[in-house]
């Protein structure tokens, strides 16, 4: 586990855990341990911070801030805040939650969602031409591929829902289905 050091910036044993739990999460999803402490650390952080504060607060080099940094910038979860009288660069993280986990939401779909959803269909293609294919295997896999559309869409239907709209949907959580119920079908017993 990378070890904080504090030398510029004070952070308490609570956001230290916080940082280095983020990282950790940040590794298990395939995100670069760094990448994920330095955005943790913007995120709490109550200003911007420079790339020297940033490597002295979290005890990584400077390149590997400056590099962890071009791709938080290019996920659009950090931009930089110029500071007066200061010409170093300077960044901030999203301050937006929705926002922010609306684009680690698409970045995660774009880079493993779409590509399986697209093997998949190639795969598909492929056990319906070949005769050796099992017709269960055929079957499971036009199912799995019915349900990946399903939840394709209903990504699609969410972003399109106003912020404003989404937190009560979101917190009316399962009460939705008693709501909904009088204008869908009955499903049989069991299922």
């Known amino acids: 586990m990378t070890e904080i050091t504090v030398n510029r910036l004070k952070t308490s044993p609570a956001i230290q855990r916080f940082i280095l739990h983020w990282g950790d999460m940040g590794g298990q999803w395939g995100v670069n341990r760094s990448v994920a402490q330095i955005h943790a650390l913007l ?62 939401v698409a970045m995660r779909k774009a880079r493993e969602l779409d590509p399986a959803a697209q093997a998949l269909d190639a795969c598909l293609t492929d056990a319906k031409e070949d005769p050796n294919a099992g017709e269960a295997a055929v079957q499971r896999l036009s199912d799995l591929q019915e349900l990946i559309g399903l939840l394709n869409g209903w990504y699609e239907q969410m972003n399109k829902v106003p912020k404003s709209r989404l937190a009560p949907l979101l917190k009316l959580g399962a009460r939705a289905v008693d709501l909904l119920a009088p204008f869908t079908k009955k499903e049989k017993a069991g299922r």
């Open 43 to 104: 995120l709490v952080s109550d200003r911007p911070l420079n790339a020297e504060e940033i490597a002295d607060t979290l005890g990584i080099a400077r390149s590997n801030v400056s590099n962890s940094i071009k791709e938080l910038l290019t996920w659009k979860l950090v931009n930089r805040a110029p500071m007066a009288g200061d010409r170093r660069d300077h960044y901030e993280a999203e301050s937006d939650m929705w926002e922010m986990v609306s684009r680690i």
